[in-house]
């Protein structure tokens, strides 16, 4: 019988738990994604652009936490494994500090071309709080 493994040869089970992948937020965090993305949103530069707008202050963009969730899946699967699918909701913006993209595997479903594998997936900061709730859908094809 084959098993499917993630890339560190760990067999993959429904209620496995991604590698959590955390990094450090903040301006400098912000300016490097709005610089490769032409995003510069002052909500996401200025203090008081994020205050006016009904927030704390700055905060960070949605789409930099859906670019981790996407490294945290391919660092966790590998390279064998194909990413069909990811889906989030930004529900809670990100402040600054570490953000932590976790995942656990929801179903599995064997087919003619391999192992597909749904996760729920999420980003949250140091508190524990979810950011951006998802989910994922994998496919590790048949060797």
């Excluded at 993959?12 to 992948?21: A, L, S």
């Excluded at 510069?40 to 700055?58: C, L, R, S, T, W």
């Excluded at 179903?107 to 997936?121: R, Y």
């Amino acid at each position: 019988m084959t098993h499917t493994t993630d890339a560190s040869g760990s067999v993959i089970n429904v209620g496995t738990e991604i590698t959590p992948y955390t990094r450090e937020t903040g301006f400098a965090t912000w300016n490097r994604y709005a610089a490769v993305n032409d995003e510069f949103v002052p909500i996401h530069m200025d203090n008081e652009a994020g205050k006016q707008a009904g927030y704390d202050g700055a905060f960070g963009m949605g789409n930099l936490q859906f670019a981790y969730i996407h490294n945290a899946l391919r660092d966790w699967a590998g390279e064998q494994a194909r990413i069909t699918s990811v889906s989030c909701q930004f529900r809670k913006p990100n402040l600054g500090g570490l953000v932590t993209v976790k995942g656990t595997v929801s179903s599995m479903d064997a087919t003619e071309d391999g192992t597909v594998v749904n996760l729920e997936i999420w980003t949250e900061d140091e508190a524990g709080d979810k950011l951006a709730p998802g989910s994922a859908t994998l496919l590790f094809p048949t060797s």
